[in-house]
């Protein structure tokens, strides 16, 4: 079995307040990953075709429930389609509560349902749900993802 550090959590959100705020947890909260935004669907969609670093198993997708343009269920079910989507970690964030979005989510294919806003606390809880993440805080006290 191969360890791979996550190098990258992709967040898709429509929200210029959540990525502001998702980049301020990550500088201040020692989080040891790259974030890299989108504010839509296509956007990643489309840098997931035309990067060549891209590795879906060194990387974290997090998207935003409620996108203006559609459901992020959709864009989970997209991502599930697309070559290497199946090795993907791919999970919602959302405010809502409403367990019909939880069972809505799992049956798009996600590996995870979590809160807002994302944060160290929220990235925990990731961890706590998928089996295949762990985590470790480095020497500097930043917060490692790790897949297995």
Known sequence: MTTR???T?????DSDDEIFMA???FKRQKIGADLVAFTNLDAFYHA??????????????????NLTVCKGTEGVAH???LEGG?????????????PADLLQALDAGADFFVGKPLDRKTI???????PALSSLDDPDGALMLYRT
Do not use: C
């Open 79 to 81: 991502i599930r389609t």
């Open 48 to 65: 997931l075709e035309t990067d060549p670093a891209f590795e879906a198993d060194g990387s974290l997708v997090v998207i935003d429930l």
């Open 9 to 13: 959590i992709y967040l898709i959100d």
């Open 86 to 98: 199946r090795e993907m970690l791919v999970g919602i964030s959302t405010g809502s509560e409403d």
């Open 5 to 7: 550090k996550i190098q």
């Open 23 to 25: 980049r301020t947890f």
């Open 124 to 130: 925990h809880k990731i961890v706590a749900s998928v």
